[in-house]
C-alpha cells in the first residue's frame, strides 16, 4: 500500500489542477471536429497544460517578455512539474526562478545578426534569408511549437515562429529574390496546417491555434501560380475549401442582425466577416498585459474584453484605435463589433480564387457560385463598408450600424483586392493623400494613441498593399510616392543601424524606428524585407541594378 501511494502521489496532488484546466478548456474547443480531436492529443496552450504554475510564473513577471515562458518547454511531463511545483512552493527556502529553470528549456537569447561591412541593402536582404530560416518538422511532445513539414522564414526577434499574414509579405521577396522553392515550401506548410487544423492559426505555436489571422493564402496560391502555372490552383483547391469553410462558418445558421464566429450577418441577411478568437481569457503570450488591461473592468465583462484583445490581435492590428470605442482607451477594445474592410476585401478575394481554381478544375457549377458569392461579397463592401460623408472605405459596426468616421490604412485594400468601384478608388485615394501620406510613407491612421498600429508609425505590408491597390486603379504617381518615401525610410535607417525593423515612423523629422505596443521594437525583418525588395525592383530604372535606394531616386 506505501509503494502505491508513494508511486501515485503527484498524479493525486495535480489532479484538481487538471479539472480546473478542463473547465478552463471549454472556450476553446468550440471549433471543428478535427481541431478538438487535436487538441485532445495535448496540442494545448501553456496556460492550459500549466494551469496555476503558469499564472504563478507570469504574474512573477521573471521576464522582460511574457512570450519567453509560454515559449519555454517543460523537460519532464507538466503533471509531474506541476505537482513538484505544489510541494516545493509552501518550503520556506523556494525559489521559482530556480524551480523554473530546472524544469523547462527556456528559448534560446536573441541572436544580434551583424551584416559584413559595407554591404548594400540589397546584399544585406540577400544575407538574411538563410538566418531567418528555420526547419522544425518534429516538435517536442510538451512544445508549444507546432511541428511543419518544410523549412520557413521567421519575422526575427522574439518571433522565433512563423506567422500568418507576415508570410505573405515575406514570400513576396524571396520570390523576387528567385527562392522559389522555399515559396512552395511555406505554401505547403500552410496547405499541412488547413488539413490538420482546419484553418491556419495565427502563427504556428498551440497558444495560437484559437485563431487565425488576415487570410492571406489565396494570395499565396496566387504567387505561386504565376511561377508553376494553373496546375497551383487545382492542387491547393482541398484547402482553399478549407480555408473559407473556417472563414464562414455557421454563415446558414446565424440569424438576421446576429453574429457567430467570424460571421456577422446584418438584419437584411448580408454577409460579412469579423474577426474572433474560441478563447475569452488573457492571451498566453500577453498575460500579464491582459489581466493589467482588464483590472479596472467589472469581472462579468472581462471575458468579453479577452475574447476581444485576442480578436485584435488576429487582425494583426494589435493594437489600434480602430478597434477602440474610446482613443488611447485598450480597455474599450471591441473588436468583434466591427466588420473590418481589409478582412472582407481578402474574403473577397478568397472567394474570386475559388471560383477560378474550380474553373481551372472544371467544375463549372462550383465556380460559377463562388462568382456570385464574390460578387454579392463586393456589393456588400461597396454600400456598406463604404463612408459616404467623407468619402473613403471604412470599417462597420454591425451592432450600432453605421459606418466609422475613421481613415486608416485599411482603407487601401478594396483596391488591393479589386473589390473598389473606380468612383470610390479615385475619392479614397484622394483622402489617403490628404491625410496618411508622411514623409516617410503612408501612415496606418490618423490618431497618435501610443499603440502600435496608429500613427505616426507605418507597417511595410500596409505600404505594399496602398501602392499595388492605387496602380490597380490608375493612381501611379501617388503610389510611386508612397514606395519611394517608405524607401528612403528604410534605406536611411539601414545606414544609421545596419538592419531593418518590422515598423517605421513615418511622419515627423525622426523618422526610423517605429514604437509603441507591447514588446520593444524588432529587427530581422521579414516582411519588411520582401516589401523592401519588391518596391526596390518596381520602381528600378530599367538596365541598372538598384542595390541601394539612392540606386533608384538618383534616376528620379
Known amino acids: 500500500m506505501q509503494r502505491i501511494e508513494k508511486r501515485h502521489w503527484k498524479a493525486l496532488l495535480v489532479l484538481p489542477l487538471l479539472v480546473s484546466a478542463a473547465l478552463t478548456q471549454t472556450s476553446y474547443a468550440k471549433e471543428t471536429p478535427t481541431q478538438q480531436h487535436t487538441l485532445s492529443e495535448a496540442v494545448q496552450p501553456p496556460d492550459l497544460l500549466l494551469g496555476p504554475l503558469f499564472h504563478a510564473v507570469q504574474s512573477a513577471k521573471l521576464f522582460p517578455d511574457q512570450k519567453t515562458f509560454a515559449d519555454a518547454v517543460p523537460k519532464s511531463d507538466p503533471t509531474s ?43 544585406h536582404i540577400d544575407g538574411l534569408w538563410p538566418v531567418l530560416t528555420r526547419t522544425t518538422n518534429k516538435a517536442g511532445r510538451w512544445d508549444s511549437l507546432l511541428s511543419l513539414p518544410e523549412a520557413y522564414v521567421v519575422p526575427g526577434g522574439r518571433f522565433r515562429e512563423v506567422y500568418y499574414w507576415d508570410t505573405y509579405f515575406t514570400m513576396l521577396g524571396l520570390a523576387e529574390s528567385g527562392h522559389w522553392e522555399l515559396v512552395e515550401n511555406m505554401v505547403d506548410n500552410f496547405a499541412y496546417i488547413l488539413d490538420k487544423y482546419g484553418h491556419i492559426p495565427n502563427g504556428n505555436r498551440s497558444y495560437y491555434l484559437s485563431r487565425s489571422q488576415p ?44 453574429a457567430s464566429k467570424r460571421i456577422v450577418k446584418l438584419k437584411d441577411g448580408t454577409l460579412l466577416n469579423r474577426y474572433w478568437d474560441a478563447r475569452d481569457v488573457p ?133 488591393y483586392l479589386q473589390a473598389a468601384t473606380d468612383d470610390k478608388a479615385d475619392k479614397t485615394a484622394a483622402a489617403v493623400r490628404a491625410n496618411l501620406l508622411k514623409e516617410g510613407g503612408l501612415a496606418t491612421t490618423t490618431e497618435n494613441t501610443g499603440q502600435q498600429w496608429d500613427a505616426p508609425n507605418g507597417w511595410a505590408p500596409l505600404q505594399w498593399a496602398a501602392v499595388q491597390g492605387l496602380n490597380n486603379y490608375g493612381q501611379q504617381a501617388l503610389a510611386k510616392e508612397i514606395g519611394i518615401r517608405f524607401l528612403q525610410n528604410v534605406q536611411g535607417t539601414y545606414d544609421k543601424e545596419r538592419k531593418l525593423v518590422e515598423k517605421y515612423v513615418v511622419q515627423g523629422k525622426d523618422l526610423g524606428g517605429g514604437g509603441g505596443g507591447e514588446y520593444p521594437l524588432q529587427d530581422g525583418f521579414g516582411w519588411t524585407n520582401g516589401v523592401t525588395v519588391k518596391l526596390m525592383d518596381l520602381y528600378c530604372p530599367k538596365n541598372v541594378t538598384c542595390n541601394n535606394v539612392s540606386d533608384i531616386t538618383k534616376e528620379q
Open 81 to 123: 512539474i506541476l505537482a513538484d511545483w505544489q510541494m516545493q512552493r509552501k518550503q520556506s527556502n523556494f525559489d521559482l526562478r530556480r524551480f523554473v529553470n530546472a524544469n523547462f528549456t527556456l528559448p534560446a537569447a536573441k541572436e544580434t545578426y551583424i551584416p559584413p561591412a559595407g554591404q548594400s541593402l540589397r546584399e
Open 283 to 415: 492571451r498566453t503570450e500577453s498575460y500579464m498585459d491582459d489581466i493589467k488591461t482588464a483590472e479596472n473592468t467589472r469581472d462579468d465583462k472581462k471575458a468579453q474584453l479577452y475574447r476581444d484583445l485576442r480578436a485584435g490581435a488576429a487582425s494583426g492590428w494589435d493594437f489600434s484605435s480602430r478597434w477602440f470605442a474610446k482613443p488611447g482607451d485598450l480597455s474599450s477594445i471591441r473588436t468583434t463589433d466591427i466588420v473590418p474592410v481589409d478582412l472582407n476585401a481578402l474574403i473577397f478575394h478568397l472567394e474570386k480564387t475559388l471560383a477560378r481554381a474550380n474553373d481551372v478544375a472544371g467544375n463549372k457549377e462550383a465556380s460559377q457560385r463562388f462568382e456570385h458569392v464574390a460578387n454579392k461579397h463586393q456589393e456588400a463592401i461597396n454600400r456598406y463598408l463604404w463612408n459616404e460623408k467623407d468619402g473613403w472605405y471604412a470599417d462597420y459596426d454591425w451592432k450600432a450600424a453605421k459606418v466609422h468616421p475613421q481613415l486608416t490604412a485599411a482603407a487601401l485594400f478594396p483596391l
Open 215 to 258: 487570410p492571406f493564402f489565396s494570395l499565396m496560391v496566387d504567387l505561386l501560380a504565376t511561377h508553376k502555372g494553373d496546375e497551383t490552383y487545382t492542387k491547393y483547391l482541398p484547402q482553399l475549401q478549407k480555408e473559407y469553410d473556417y472563414w464562414m462558418a455557421d454563415a446558414q445558421s446565424v440569424q438576421p442582425g446576429e
